[in-house]
Structure formats: structure tokens, C-alpha cells
């Protein structure tokens, strides 16, 4: 008896797609599993992982996981897609962690472009690919009409903390330095710029980008680093307000210091908005010891990640558990966490 011809996919995604039934099996076998998929995975439920290589590599396992909606799906420099990955990888980072392994699950709102959700998908794993992380296990759900943005999607990762790596707050000490890794603010106004209804050209892509080369070349020559941080929601004055909560120390930057794009400091001047606290996707925060500077300073330029690498203040003894900004007019004021929400499904 010969096989029944393959049925297409359609063009978009329908209910039937997320039964479990033949249909579901299509959009599996068909698209999401071979664009993901860059070897056999387990025919079950979950994904088995040898351990001996892993321990080979480190003592901890680090386990993240974050999930991931943006207005709109697509911007400049990146997608929902890859912003899931790198999102994922960069947590596990900045664990001090080497990222391995990868979950997806896919929230789909019927009717979606299924060419869409192909190029979504190939953008996932071209950055997994980018990142040396396989994507191993995952789930798909489509709802009805209405009850999602399009596409939601969650990732959990998993890495491994090589023997002696230690990163917290509770090594942070005074006149300990604050490094930034770049420009800050571009994801944030890549967004705004993406969205119709605020009419803004600001020719500037998102920083959407894997850290984890980043992060091994700076532990490589400053294994004392203190603590490093991705600085996503928030931006980098929610970081640094995380990282001095309820320290005995506080933590003092630089206005001039600052790497911010000319056009993103005008964007943020037009609305009214503070680069510090713009949402990035591919840059991080470090605390180090100031005789180290010069070493990391010079391994993370060396990067293409940390090619605008800088120094942005210190850690100090005053206004314990606080940031503040010297300015460059020579003032200083607080720099406290955001309250409410700048720009909504910006990660």
C-alpha cells in the first residue's frame, strides 16, 4: 500500500494545531521540531541528559527559566524568537554558568501566520545555535482568538557553574568598580520605534545578543568578580538597586561615564523617558575589584559583545543600600527603582 501524499500546513495556525491529535502532529513534525531540533531528541516526555559530561565541566547545575512577551513580535534587530534564547542563555551567564540545555514551550493564539511562526522558529534556533545551546525539550499550546498576542513563549535553561566560581552580593565591598558592557537604552528604544502608533524614527537596532562569551572572557582574568547582571526590565537603575538592596554600601555613577547613544538619549529627551531605566537585551552590569580594571576592562573590549565596555562609577560607603548620580552639571541625586510599567511587553 503506498504512504498518503503529505498534507501542507496551511496558512495559519487553527485550533486542531493544539489537540494532540493528527494535526498537532503535523505542525510538530513538519515545522517545529525540525527547525528547532539540531539532533534526535527523546521519544518521551522528558529529555534525559548524561551527567558525566556535565560534571566533567563544573560542580552546580545553574536553572533558569523566563517567559517572553513583546509588542511587536518583530523589531529591529532581533524577534520574540531570539529573544527567548538569548534571554535564556544570558541568565545563565550571569550565574557565572556555561549554558548546555534549553526548553521551549509555545503559547500560539489561533489564526497566526504559520510563516511567521517559521521565521520565528529558525530565529530560535539560529541563536541557540549562536549560544552552543541545545534546545531539547518543549510544548505547544494554541489558544482561541483573542487570548494571546500572537505568540507567547517560555524557555528554561540549564548550565553548568565550573568548581570555584562564586558570584553574590555578599562579596561586594567598598570601592569595588561598576562596569557596564555597552551603549544601554537600544533595546528599549529599538521597540518603541518598532510600534506604529508612537511614530518615532530612531534609527538604532536592539542589543538582543548571547553574553555568555562575554562572561567567560571577564571571569577568565577577573575570576573575583563580585556579581554580574543582564540589565533587562528595568534597565540598569533597577540593577544597581538590586545588587545594593539592603547593603551596607551604596553605589555612585557617573553621568559622562555612561554609554548612550545620541540617538537614544533625543528619543528618551522627546518622551520624557530616562535611559537608565530602558529595558536591554545583550548588556550587562559587573561589580569587580578596582585593581582589576584594567584587565577586564581590556577582555570584554576584546569581545564583540564588549566593545564599548567602561567603567560607570563605584561601590562606596555612603548611602548604604542606595544609587546615586553625580551629574554632569555637577549635582547629585538618587537614582531610584521604576515605579509602574515605561513600555509594556518590551521582554
Same mark, same amino acid.
Given at each position: 500500500?503506498?504512504?498518503?501524499?503529505?498534507?501542507?500546513? *496551511?496558512?495559519?495556525?487553527?485550533?486542531?494545531?493544539?489537540?494532540?491529535?493528527?494535526?498537532?502532529?503535523?505542525?510538530?513534525?513538519?515545522?517545529?521540531?525540525?527547525?528547532?531540533?539540531?539532533?534526535?531528541?527523546?521519544?518521551?516526555?522528558?529529555?534525559?541528559?548524561?551527567?558525566?559530561?556535565?560534571?566533567?565541566? *563544573?560542580?552546580?547545575?545553574?536553572?533558569?527559566?523566563?517567559?517572553?512577551?513583546?509588542?511587536?513580535?518583530?523589531?529591529?534587530?532581533?524577534?520574540?524568537?531570539?529573544?527567548?534564547?538569548?534571554?535564556?542563555?544570558?541568565?545563565?551567564?550571569?550565574?557565572?554558568?556555561?549554558?548546555?540545555?534549553?526548553?521551549?514551550?509555545?503559547?500560539?493564539?489561533? *489564526?497566526?501566520?504559520?510563516?511567521?511562526?517559521?521565521?520565528?522558529?529558525?530565529?530560535?534556533?539560529?541563536?541557540?545555535?549562536?549560544?552552543?545551546?541545545?534546545?531539547?525539550?518543549?510544548?505547544?499550546?494554541?489558544?482561541?482568538?483573542?487570548?494571546?498576542?500572537?505568540?507567547?513563549?517560555?524557555?528554561?535553561?540549564?548550565?553548568?557553574?565550573?568548581?570555584?566560581?562564586?558570584?553574590?552580593?555578599?562579596?561586594?565591598?567598598?570601592?569595588?568598580?561598576?562596569?557596564?558592557?555597552?551603549?544601554?537604552?537600544?533595546?528599549?528604544?529599538?521597540?518603541?520605534?518598532?510600534?506604529?502608533?508612537?511614530?518615532?524614527?530612531?534609527?538604532?537596532?536592539?542589543?538582543?545578543?548571547?553574553?555568555?562569551?562575554?562572561?567567560?572572557?571577564?571571569?577568565?582574568?577577573?575570576?573575583?568578580?563580585?556579581?554580574?547582571?543582564?540589565?533587562?526590565?528595568?534597565?540598569?537603575?533597577?540593577?544597581?538597586?538590586?545588587?545594593?538592596?539592603?547593603?551596607?554600601?551604596?553605589?555612585?555613577?557617573?553621568?559622562?561615564?555612561?554609554?548612550?547613544?545620541?540617538?537614544?538619549?533625543?528619543?528618551?529627551?522627546?518622551?520624557?523617558?530616562?535611559?537608565?531605566?530602558?529595558?536591554?537585551?545583550?548588556?550587562?552590569?559587573?561589580?569587580?575589584?578596582?585593581?582589576?580594571?584594567?584587565?577586564?576592562?581590556?577582555?570584554?573590549?576584546?569581545?564583540?559583545?564588549?566593545?564599548?565596555?567602561?567603567?560607570?562609577?563605584?561601590?562606596?560607603?555612603?548611602?548604604?543600600?542606595?544609587?546615586?548620580?553625580?551629574?554632569?552639571?555637577?549635582?547629585?541625586?538618587?537614582?531610584?527603582?521604576?515605579?509602574?510599567?515605561?513600555?509594556?511587553?518590551?521582554?
Amino acid at each position: 500500500m503506498s504512504k498518503s501524499p503529505i498534507r501542507p500546513l *496551511g496558512d495559519t495556525i487553527n485550533l486542531s494545531h493544539g489537540s494532540g491529535g493528527r494535526d498537532m502532529h503535523r505542525l510538530l513534525e513538519q515545522l517545529i521540531l525540525p527547525t528547532l531540533c539540531s539532533g534526535p531528541i527523546d521519544d518521551g516526555d522528558a529529555a534525559s541528559i548524561a551527567m558525566a559530561e556535565l560534571i566533567n565541566q *563544573g560542580d552546580r547545575l545553574a536553572f533558569t527559566t523566563d517567559s517572553y512577551t513583546i509588542t511587536p513580535l518583530v523589531f529591529p534587530g532581533g524577534d520574540i524568537g531570539s529573544l527567548a534564547v538569548n534571554g535564556t542563555v544570558n541568565d545563565l551567564a550571569m550565574s557565572g554558568a556555561i549554558p548546555r540545555y534549553l526548553s521551549c514551550a509555545l503559547i500560539i493564539e489561533e *489564526g497566526f501566520s504559520i510563516k511567521a511562526l517559521s521565521s520565528i522558529l529558525q530565529s530560535m534556533r539560529t541563536a541557540a545555535d549562536q549560544a552552543n545551546i541545545r534546545i531539547i525539550a518543549g510544548d505547544t499550546k494554541v489558544v482561541h482568538r483573542g487570548a494571546a498576542d500572537g505568540l507567547f513563549i517560555n524557555t528554561a535553561g540549564i548550565g553548568v557553574i565550573p568548581s570555584k566560581r562564586q558570584l553574590g552580593r555578599e562579596h561586594i565591598r567598598n570601592d569595588d568598580i561598576v562596569i557596564v558592557s555597552g551603549f544601554i537604552g537600544d533595546h528599549g528604544a529599538a521597540v518603541l520605534a518598532a510600534r506604529d502608533e508612537l511614530q518615532l524614527a530612531i534609527p538604532v537596532d536592539s542589543d538582543c545578543q548571547p553574553l555568555h562569551v562575554l562572561t567567560e572572557a571577564l571571569l577568565s582574568v577577573c575570576p573575583n568578580t563580585r556579581i554580574m547582571r543582564d540589565a533587562t526590565r528595568g534597565g540598569v537603575a533597577s540593577v544597581l538597586n538590586e545588587l545594593i538592596a539592603d547593603s551596607s554600601f551604596g553605589i555612585q555613577i557617573m553621568e559622562t561615564l555612561i554609554p548612550v547613544r545620541p540617538v537614544v538619549r533625543g528619543a528618551c529627551e522627546i518622551l520624557g523617558l530616562d535611559p537608565l531605566y530602558l529595558a536591554n537585551e545583550g548588556t550587562m552590569v559587573a561589580i569587580i575589584p578596582e585593581q582589576d580594571e584594567q584587565p577586564a576592562l581590556a577582555a570584554m573590549q576584546a569581545q564583540a559583545a564588549g566593545v564599548h565596555a567602561r567603567r560607570i562609577g563605584k561601590v562606596t560607603d555612603h548611602y548604604p543600600g542606595l544609587v546615586s548620580l553625580l551629574t554632569q552639571m555637577g549635582g547629585e541625586r538618587l537614582i531610584d527603582i521604576p515605579s509602574g510599567e515605561l513600555l509594556p511587553r518590551i521582554c
